[in-house]
């Protein structure tokens, strides 16, 4: 079945300090990918999406690349704030249905001043 | 555009009592989900619905979960009895196209005493 792989945490960085939060799936087709954020007390928001091989997306100074040959969505920043501070969750969507949103774990990422 | 609203944000109850959670979607979003994030998990999908008829309940608990959407707009999930296990957030969310971005309400935190 389809499934995602997040690296575990709680990731803890300094202001400023590179952020990487790996992401791997697998998947029967080609999937749409998605990191989703959520900050304390808050609900889910979409952080960015990649519909298809080598797209990137971006978004508040994150991007991510959909990589098919490896089959992982990395999430990357290159310079952390301390409102970057909430849970992160990679997710996939087959492309082809209303199938349901298959959720990794989430990664906690604390970042200090 | 308004996004996908869920009341209460918060309910704290006695186990054995009954509760009742409500969504409303983005307009125009035919398919509806309703999840269950335990704490320090990824959510996990108890029913979806396109339109009024829902197409996967295979994850909700049916000995005390129920779930409606009769005009296949507003969506309510109920549970009776709740549990001290069913403490968790119950989140909602819609989108309107296979594969396209499911957008997130910000989630109904319930906890059981």
């Known amino acids: 079945g389809n499934s995602v792989t997040q690296m575990e945490g709680p990731v803890t960085l300094s202001e400023e300090a590179f952020l990487t939060i790996n992401c791997t799936y697998t998947?029967?087709?080609?999937?749409?990918l998605f990191w989703y954020v959520q900050y304390p007390g808050e609900g889910l928001q979409l952080l960015l999406k990649?519909?298809?091989?080598?797209d990137k997306g971006s978004n508040k100074g994150f991007e991510a690349t959909y990589r098919k040959e490896t089959t992982s969505f990395h999430l990357e920043k290159g310079s952390v704030q301390v409102s970057d501070s909430a849970v992160y969750f990679c997710?996939?969507?087959?492309?082809?249905?209303?199938?349901?949103?298959?959720f990794g774990p989430g990664t906690s990422l604390s970042v200090i001043p | 555009e308004a996004g996908v609203v869920q009341s209460p944000r918060y309910k704290i109850i006695e186990k054995k009592q009954p509760v009742a959670f409500w969504c409303n979607p983005i307009?125009?979003?035919?398919?509806l989900y309703w999840y269950r994030q335990n704490l320090g998990q990824g959510p996990e999908l108890l029913i979806r619905?396109?339109?009024?008829?829902?197409?996967?309940d295979s994850q909700l608990p049916k000995d005390r979960f129920s779930a409606e959407r009769l005009k296949g707009v507003d969506s309510t999930l109920k549970i009776q009895p709740a549990e001290l296990g069913d403490s968790a957030v119950y989140l909602c969310?819609?989108?309107?196209?296979?594969?396209?971005?499911?957008?997130f309400g910000e989630g109904s935190w319930l906890t059981v005493v």
């Open positions: 969310a819609s989108t309107g196209e296979p594969g396209n971005t499911i957008y």
């Open positions: 998947a029967t087709g080609y999937p749409s």
């Open positions: 990649a519909t298809k091989a080598d």
């Open positions: 997710a996939l969507i087959m492309k082809t249905s209303y199938d349901k949103v298959i």
């Open positions: 307009s125009g979003h035919n398919t």
């Open positions: 619905y396109e339109n009024e008829e829902a197409v996967d």
